[in-house]
């Protein structure tokens, strides 16, 4: 059985994808609330990392030494925050120590991040750059760790890039359709692992949501977003309205039943893996609000 194929058979459907700061709660807390989730059903369980988060690698490795039976992902790891050579030293170590319940998921973050260091955000290239250190770490190490590892691919460079130097995609903050759209791309030979929001409640609900994500990707001057969804067809009226059709493609909305059959179509367009964020105020709300669905989306 290869990597992927190992992966896939690990992670079954459905995950979930816990929030950081500024919900993230203290270290107890969010140890319980994976041992919970990973108890009602969810195969794996994924966060990131960010301005005010806890560094990334230690933050899970805490996780999987004191919550066994799930594999625990990193949604994502942020490449400005260290160089590919300790991204690959920090997830071959936690790989080795668990085989089998590590994904690496890495991003290249936003604009901002990269300004804060004096660098120009060039994203494709710099992931590119940042493979090659991880490969040339691999290859000067006397007993090298294999672990999956998925990149942030929104735009079909970066998907591209997942297809050949990487174990697949993780993409995050994009609509329904965008999953066939990234499965075209990758080719049925690579993981992909979407991160989709899921709200119980009515499509006003679901509206003040996307209105909330649409405001937070403008303030902090998140293009990539804004350009994917353009990039499926989405108008600037529809964003800004936001339309009903775009509010249904961006977040799976309804009663329960009504939110595994959505989830039913994401996994059939070619998901491997959907992990699902709860439109909630505050970590415990996310948690409770993805108990109560375990019942339907993890049988």
Do not use: C
């Not at 290869?2 to 992966?7: A, K, M, P």
């Not at 319940?101 to 994203?123: C, M, S």
């Not at 995050?172 to 993981?191: D, N």
């Not at 179509?265 to 609000?289: I, Q, R, W």
């Amino acid at each position: 059985m290869t990597l992927i194929e190992d992966t896939r058979a690990r992670l079954g459907a459905v995950g979930a994808w816990l929030p950081s700061a500024p919900l993230a709660p203290p270290p107890d807390v969010e140890r319980a609330a994976t041992r919970r989730l990973a108890e009602a059903g969810y195969r794996s369980v994924w966060s990131g990392e960010g301005p005010g988060t806890r560094e990334v690698f230690a933050h899970f490795g805490d996780l999987l030494a004191t919550v066994p039976d799930v594999v625990l992902g990193t949604g994502i790891a942020n490449l400005w925050a260290r160089r590919g050579t300790t991204a690959y030293k920090g997830a071959a170590t936690l790989a080795r120590s668990h085989p089998g319940r590590f994904v690496l998921g890495i991003g290249a973050g936003h604009a901002v991040q990269a300004a804060k260091l004096g660098e120009d955000y060039r994203p494709l290239d710099r992931m590119r750059s940042y493979l090659s250190e991880m490969d040339d770490a691999t290859a000067e190490t006397l007993s090298p760790v294999t672990f999956p590892r998925v990149l942030a691919a929104v735009g079909p460079k970066m998907l591209a890039l997942a297809r050949d130097h990487a174990d697949g995609a993780h993409p995050f903050a994009q609509p329904v359709s965008h999953t066939a759209y990234a499965r075209e791309i990758l080719g049925p030979g690579k993981l992909l692992i979407p991160q989709q929001t899921v709200l119980v409640g009515n499509r006003e609900d679901a509206r003040e949501s996307v209105r909330r994500r649409v405001a937070q990707a403008r303030e902090h001057s998140v293009t990539v977003y804004l350009a994917g969804w353009k990039r499926l067809g989405y108008t600037d009226a529809d964003i800004a309205g936001p339309s009903d059709r775009f509010v249904d493609d961006l977040v799976l909305w309804g009663d329960p039943a009504t939110i595994a059959k959505r989830l039913g179509e994401v996994l059939d367009a070619g998901a491997d893996h959907v992990l699902l964020t709860p439109s909630a105020p505050s970590f415990e709300s996310t948690v409770e609000t993805l108990l109560d669905l375990a019942a339907v989306v993890t049988r």
